[in-house]
């Protein structure tokens, strides 16, 4: 991969695209971004908008693109279909937006391609599979953005609620991008001291029931989110930039993106989160951890609920 040009392509100009481009740019990660949309007016709009900010940040070009620009792309995104509405599940918009992501993943088979495509749309484990499915890519190279941002989300509470730097806090959520979600407490770890014993240390509350909390606090945080303002976006702009730095700089990160499983964690031919290396390649190498009973008991119980949504609906449609 070339260090002096790096080329990322969004399909989707909605506010989690727009987000994404605008945290992009900041970065001085890329030096080419073509934002792809059915309408025509809004991606003209967004391009004008953001182009005149250019001369506060690093040189780059921004501009209108077509589905010809994934030929030359490192990274494909894909954050177009419905928004989840107030009171709506993530698997309530499966219908609709797998619909969406098949035509997309149709106009991308036509422009062929070595980029990574990160898939962003929700429900995002059942939209992985079906990118995957039909484009027929390797694995490693078709990746969801998971949950990433509910890690994120947990490091962030837990540094909140234990005083520390959330940048000194390592902590997973595995599973579903959504209701069934697990907090792997037993990944969790302050300054290398284990969750529990750094509780035990702390003796400031209640762990056992303040864990509970903050897993619920993680869960239902895109709810609230979308109660108050709508929908969700900075954080996961956020996320995506995160995950794109370590693609692009091929650092080996470890990030809960969606992945589909083999085999590991006793799963197969699902598409969920789980620690994977996160490099140029995309989805470098899977860490297929131990996970103590009651979570491994969990997050199987999430891959149910993914496996269920994907037995009313057909790939090959």
């Keep these: 991969m070339e ?15 727009t987000a994404y481009i605008y945290a992009l740019l900041q970065t001085g990660l890329v030096s080419e971004i073509a934002l792809i949309d059915l309408d025509d007016k809004v991606v003209a709009g967004e391009v004008m908008d953001l182009s005149h900010g250019l001369p506060f940040i690093p040189p780059v070009s921004i501009h209108a693109g077509s589905y010809s620009d994934c030929r030359d792309a490192h990274i494909i995104v894909i954050t177009a279909g419905a928004k989840q509405k107030s009171g709506q599940s993530r698997t309530d918009m499966v219908k609709n937006n797998a619909s969406i992501i098949k035509s997309i993943c149709g106009q991308i088979e036509n422009h062929p391609t070595k980029a990574v495509l990160i898939m962003v749309t929700n429900p995002v484990d059942t939209l992985t599979y079906v990118a995957l499915d039909y484009l027929g890519w390797p694995r490693q190279r078709v990746l969801g953005s998971g949950t990433v941002l509910d890690s994120a989300r947990l490091k962030y509470m837990l540094s909140e609620h234990c005083r520390v730097d959330a940048r000194n806090v390592h902590a997973y959520v595995l599973g579903e991008h959504g209701d069934s979600e697990v907090v792997a407490w037993s990944m969790a770890h302050i300054a290398g001291v284990p969750i529990k014993h750094y509780c035990r240390i702390c ?3 209640n762990s056992r029931r303040e864990h509970k909390r903050i897993s619920e606090q993680v869960r239902d945080s895109a709810y609230h989110i979308i109660d108050y303002k709508g929908s969700t976006y900075y954080g996961i702009g956020m996320s995506l930039v995160r995950i794109s730095e370590a693609i692009l700089r091929d650092e080996h990160s470890v990030l809960t993106v969606s992945v589909k499983l083999e085999g590991e964690y006793g799963i197969k031919d699902l598409c969920l989160s789980v620690p994977c290396v996160v490099g140029e390649n995309g989805i470098e190498r899977i860490i297929d951890a131990k996970l103590p009973a009651e979570e ?17 609906y057909s790939i090959s449609d």
Excluded: F
Excluded at 3 to 17: H, L
């Design 296 to 312: 491994d008991e969990a997050l199987r119980a999430s891959a149910d609920v993914l496996r269920n949504l994907l037995i009313p």
């Design 203 to 205: 003796q400031g509350c």
């Design 3 to 17: 260090a002096k040009r790096r080329k990322v392509v969004i399909i989707g100009a909605g506010s989690v695209g």
